[in-house]
C-alpha cells in the first residue's frame, strides 16, 4: 500500500499539553503532526527551549503550526499582525514546521452576528461593511505580504476561509489564493467549513491538486437557515454521527490527485474526553481505511 502521509491534529488529544501531542502521534505511528501556538508558547515559557521542542519530535515531522487569524486586517491592527507573523514564523521555522495556518476574520463568530443584527460589538470586527471586491483584494494583498514573509523562513502558508467569515468558502479561497500568485501560498481543504458553506462534490474535484497543501477530514451537524454558524455547536459531534458526505469528499480530493498529508479534526467535547494515546491509535487507523 502506497505511504499516505498523515498528521496528528492537536484537537485529537483533547486539551493536553505539546508533551502529549507528540508522544500520542509517535505511539500511533503518524507521520507529521500540527501543534498549535498556544501550545508552543506554554512549553516554552515553562522554561524549556526550541531545541527540546525538536528533540521532543525526534523524526517526527510538523506539517503546520496553528495559526495566525484575522489576516485581512488593515492600519495599525496590519501592522501588529505583521509583527505577530515575524514571531511565529520564526518560532515555526526554529522547530522545523513546514508551515503556518493562515485564517480569514473575524475569528469570533459573534462579531458576525453583531454586525448582521445592527449591534455594538467590542472586539474585531473585520472589513464587514465594505464591498466583497474590496474585502477580496485586501485579503490578496496581505496573503501576498504574508506569503512574502514567509518565504524568509523557508515556511509555507496555508490559507483556511471561516465559513462564518465574509471570505468563507473554498470557492472564494481557492481562486484568492491563486490570485496571490505566491509558491508558498497554498489551502487546506476543511471539510467542516466547506461543508457549511455548501461546497459540492463537483467543486472539490476541480481545486488544483498543488494548491493543496493538506486536507481537514472532519464531520458536522446542518446549519439552522438563517443562523450564522457556531463552530463549537456545529462540530461538536463524533465522526461518523453529522452530516458531511465524508468518503464521498475523500473521493473527490483524490481525483485530484492530491498526495499531501490528511488530518482528522474534531470539536466534539466527547472526543476530546478520550485516551489521547488510544484515540490517536483509532484516528490513524480510521484515516488510513480511509483514505
Given at each position: 500500500m502506497k505511504n499516505i502521509?498523515?498528521?496528528?491534529?492537536?484537537?485529537?488529544?483533547?486539551?493536553?499539553?505539546?508533551?502529549?501531542?507528540?508522544?500520542?502521534?509517535?505511539s500511533a505511528g503518524f507521520d507529521y503532526v500540527e501543534p498549535t501556538k498556544i501550545q508552543l508558547q506554554y512549553f516554552l515559557e515553562a522554561g524549556y527551549s526550541v531545541e527540546d521542542v525538536k528533540a521532543m519530535a525526534g523524526d517526527l515531522k510538523i506539517s503546520?503550526?496553528?495559526?495566525?487569524?484575522?489576516?485581512?486586517?488593515?492600519?495599525?491592527?496590519?501592522?501588529?499582525?505583521?509583527?505577530?507573523?515575524?514571531?511565529?514564523?520564526?518560532?515555526?521555522?526554529?522547530?522545523?514546521?513546514?508551515?503556518?495556518?493562515?485564517?480569514?476574520?473575524?475569528?469570533d463568530y459573534r462579531a458576525v452576528e453583531a454586525f448582521q443584527k445592527?449591534?455594538?460589538?467590542?472586539?474585531?470586527?473585520?472589513?464587514?461593511?465594505?464591498?466583497?471586491?474590496?474585502?477580496?483584494?485586501?485579503?490578496?494583498?496581505?496573503?501576498?505580504?504574508?506569503?512574502?514573509?514567509?518565504?524568509?523562513?523557508?515556511?509555507?502558508?496555508?490559507?483556511?476561509?471561516?465559513?462564518?467569515?465574509?471570505?468563507?468558502?473554498?470557492?472564494?479561497?481557492?481562486?484568492?489564493?491563486?490570485?496571490?500568485?505566491?509558491?508558498?501560498?497554498?489551502?487546506?481543504?476543511?471539510?467542516?467549513?466547506?461543508?457549511?458553506?455548501?461546497?459540492?462534490?463537483?467543486?472539490?474535484?476541480?481545486?488544483?491538486?498543488?494548491?493543496?497543501?493538506?486536507?481537514?477530514?472532519r464531520d458536522s451537524l446542518d446549519l439552522e437557515k438563517g443562523k450564522v454558524p457556531v463552530e463549537a455547536e456545529l462540530g461538536n459531534v463524533r465522526m461518523w454521527k453529522g452530516s458531511v458526505p465524508v468518503r464521498e469528499w475523500v473521493e473527490a480530493v483524490k481525483a485530484t490527485g492530491f498526495d499531501g498529508w490528511w488530518a482528522y479534526e474534531t470539536f466534539s467535547k466527547e472526543e476530546a474526553e478520550e485516551d489521547p494515546m488510544v484515540f490517536a491509535k483509532e484516528i490513524r487507523e480510521m484515516l488510513r481505511g480511509l483514505i
Open positions: 502521509p498523515i498528521s496528528l491534529h492537536n484537537s485529537n488529544i483533547g486539551r493536553a499539553n505539546l508533551r502529549t501531542l507528540f508522544q500520542a502521534a509517535k503546520a503550526v496553528s495559526w495566525l487569524d484575522n489576516c485581512e486586517r488593515q492600519g495599525y491592527e496590519y501592522v501588529a499582525m505583521m509583527k505577530e507573523a515575524e514571531k511565529l514564523f520564526t518560532l515555526s521555522s526554529q522547530i522545523g514546521a513546514e508551515a503556518v495556518e493562515i485564517l480569514s476574520g473575524p475569528l445592527g449591534i455594538p460589538y467590542g472586539g474585531y470586527m473585520g472589513l464587514q461593511g465594505l464591498a466583497l471586491e474590496e474585502q477580496t483584494a485586501l485579503t490578496i494583498k496581505n496573503l501576498r505580504s504574508l506569503a512574502d514573509l514567509a518565504a524568509q523562513f523557508g515556511l509555507i502558508i496555508y490559507f483556511e476561509p471561516l465559513c462564518w467569515a465574509p471570505i468563507g468558502s473554498p470557492v472564494q479561497s481557492v481562486p484568492l489564493c491563486q490570485q496571490v500568485e505566491r509558491e508558498n501560498m497554498k489551502i487546506v481543504f476543511d471539510f467542516f467549513h466547506a461543508y457549511i458553506a455548501g461546497v459540492t462534490t463537483d467543486f472539490i474535484k476541480t481545486i488544483p491538486r498543488e494548491l493543496i497543501l493538506g486536507v481537514h477530514i
